[in-house]
């Protein structure tokens, strides 16, 4: 009888550390740009405890509202085949950052922008969130508070309850620094809101 090697599906997982990050993944901001801001937090599952190896990809509109993006974050060294990571001069519109052995991470990037295509919506950041536990990997958002007005009209927003929103309203901890944690799933009887989690048809 051939014995076969067992699927994804029949393994233990998470494998992103194998193949997905890279080099300054969360590095989107061009090095010395003057208007970045730093979003920084930690992400946290049902009982209350970091995730040490989640990972997460961020999306967002270039300065201009475009949602082209740039190449440069996969370039590789011609002799080993590694990963070099971004050219660090272009906004390439991407990052993706694992969690560190904490639950945290850190992403360096430009003041969000609507996108052109939709200008009804309050500046943002699309997240899209992989860990373990999860079959499918979950999208929320992050916005800033400083766009209190544009965030009152933002089609999304209008439609949750204040504690709710309020999941997806990044907190400012000091000049060009947000706080934004993601909480995969209320703890129970606990203080926190689980994160607003978007599905998409």
Not at 13 to 34: C, I, K, M, N, S
């Given at each position: ?45 049902g009982a209350g405890a ?152």
């Open positions: 009888m051939t014995e076969l090697a067992p699927t994804p599906s029949q393994t233990v997982g998470p494998f992103y550390g194998y193949a997905l990050p890279f080099p300054g993944g969360g590095e989107l901001a061009p090095v010395g740009h003057p208007d970045a801001i730093t979003v920084r937090g930690t992400v946290y599952d970091p995730i040490p190896d989640a990972l997460l990809e961020f999306w967002q509109a270039g300065p201009d509202g475009s949602l082209t993006g740039a190449p440069g974050s996969l370039r590789r060294d011609p002799v080993t085949g590694a990963v070099l990571g971004r050219t660090g001069v272009d906004f390439t519109g991407f990052a993706r950052v694992a969690t560190d052995a904490d639950g945290g991470y850190v992403l360096r990037t430009l003041p969000p922008v609507p996108p052109a295509s939709r200008p009804d919506a309050a500046p943002h950041l699309a997240v899209c969130v992989f860990a373990r536990g999860l079959l499918h990997h979950l999208y929320t958002r992050v916005y800033l508070p400083e766009h209190a007005e544009a965030n009152a009209a933002d089609p999304l927003l209008a439609q949750l309850p204040p504690a709710r929103r309020a999941t997806l309203v990044a907190q400012p901890e000091r000049p060009g620094v947000y706080r934004f944690d993601i909480r995969l799933q209320a703890a129970e009887g606990g203080p926190h809101e689980e994160t607003v989690f978007l599905e998409f048809r």
